[in-house]
């Protein structure tokens, strides 16, 4: 089965930077679009930012300049650099890949358990 597992979340002070990276692993054929997304309490999951297999990106409006997404597709990771952190960054972020398991497979979404990012003083 397909796992994307996150890692790089911890807790950083106001202007702080951390660099998070998903790694992917088990039955890939192909894998489209990833992305970052990131949930605050109480809020809904929303999306950081979008890279395709081609390396077109898209980008939050609240995270464009500080934020970097890329992708290494010799190993299936996808990285967010994360620069100038707030209080308002503060969220539980989680890859997310668009997966073709097998040969003539549909693409399927697959979401990582996620990582907290904290920022405070």
């Known amino acids: 089965q397909v796992q994307l597992v996150e890692s790089g979340g911890g807790s950083v002070q106001p202007g702080g930077s951390l660099r998070l990276s998903c790694a992917t692993s088990?039955?890939?054929?192909?894998?489209?679009?990833m992305g970052w997304y990131c949930q605050a309490p109480g809020e809904q999951r929303e999306v950081v930012a979008r890279?395709?297999?081609?390396?077109?990106?898209f980008y939050a409006g609240s995270v464009k300049g500080r934020f970097t997404i890329s992708r290494d597709n010799t190993t299936n990771t996808i990285y967010l650099q994360i620069n100038s952190l707030n209080p308002e960054d503060t969220a539980v972020y989680y890859c997310?890949?668009?997966?073709?398991?097998?040969?003539?497979?549909?693409?399927?979404?697959?979401w990582g358990q996620g990582t907290q990012v904290t920022v405070s003083s």
């Open positions: 890279i395709t297999r081609g390396g077109s990106t």
């Open positions: 997310y890949a668009n997966i073709q398991t097998h040969k003539s497979a549909t693409y399927t979404g697959f």
């Open positions: 088990g039955s890939i054929f192909s894998i489209g679009a």
